[in-house]
Structure formats: structure tokens, C-alpha cells
């Protein structure tokens, strides 16, 4: 995306995306994904938050259609996002189409890293309109795409 994204102010609200199967963190591929719970990562993220002066709200869907429409309000908005957009970072172009509409920063991440795992997962169709992509740290990809926020 050639267009500069507005920065970040503090008390800014920024959205967590989170797509599907991300809400079960902690029982699914805890080898993978580790053991910390969903609500643990959203307690995380709203933590790290308000130590940045952001507004952290954490969404997640199994619905193509709802983070769609998420996107489309981030976009209305003038929303920083942050979004794992779990499996459909591979293929929805619906999704590719809506986060190409963003008004404000958007940071793609990945708790593991895409390309050391199936071949499947490593090409994703958000990369190229995300201000970034943070990928393989864990948890801690969250952690740093949220402090890129506030570090333009």
C-alpha cells in the first residue's frame, strides 16, 4: 500500500483480530501455539495496552463474514489493527480485499512462523497490503506488533 498510515495517538483504540481456531489457544497444538489460554492472550494484549496508552480491544471469529465486517469498521474508523487471521491468511481474498481498504496501520502476525511449517502456509494474501508482518515469536509476535504501533 503506497498511501502513509496516520500514526498512532495515545488513548488510540486498536483492534486485535483474531481468526479461526485462535480462540483455542492453550488445548490446540500446545507444541505449536503453546499453553497459554485465549482469555490469557486478551487479558496479555489489554495489559500491554494500557501500558502504551492504547485502547486494546481482542476480538476473534471462526466467520470469514464477521472479520470482514471488522475490518470494514476498522477502516471507517481510521483503526490501527493488529490481526492473526489464522487460515485464512492463506487463501480469503475477501478478507485481502478488506484489510486493503485501511486507514491506519495494520500489522499482521503469526504465533508461529508460516514458513517453517507446511508448504500450505506459506504464502499469505494479507502480506501485501499489512503495514507489516510479525511472525514466529509466539505470543510475544502480539506483544511486538503492538509496541510498533506506538514506535511508528
Known amino acids: ?16 483480530l483474531n481468526g479461526p481456531n485462535l480462540g483455542r489457544l492453550g488445548s490446540r497444538e500446545p507444541d505449536v501455539y503453546g499453553s497459554t489460554s485465549y482469555a490469557g492472550l486478551v487479558a496479555r494484549c489489554a495489559e500491554l495496552g494500557r501500558e502504551l496508552g492504547l485502547a486494546v480491544e481482542v476480538r476473534e471469529t471462526n466467520d470469514e463474514g464477521e472479520m470482514i465486517r471488522w475490518l470494514h469498521e476498522a477502516a471507517d474508523g481510521k483503526l490501527p489493527v493488529v490481526i492473526n487471521p489464522g487460515a485464512f491468511t492463506h487463501y480469503s481474498y475477501a478478507m485481502r480485499d478488506a484489510a486493503a481498504q485501511r486507514t491506519a496501520p495494520l500489522i499482521e502476525v503469526h504465533i508461529s512462523n508460516p514458513h517453517a511449517r507446511e508448504e500450505f502456509r506459506h504464502t499469505s494474501v494479507i502480506s501485501a497490503v499489512a503495514s507489516g508482518t510479525i511472525a514466529g515469536f509466539g505470543l510475544g509476535s502480539y506483544e511486538l506488533a503492538l509496541r510498533s504501533l506506538v514506535s511508528g
Do not use: H, I, K, Y
Open 1 to 16: 500500500m503506497s498511501t502513509p498510515a496516520p500514526e498512532v495517538t495515545p488513548g488510540q483504540r486498536v483492534l486485535v
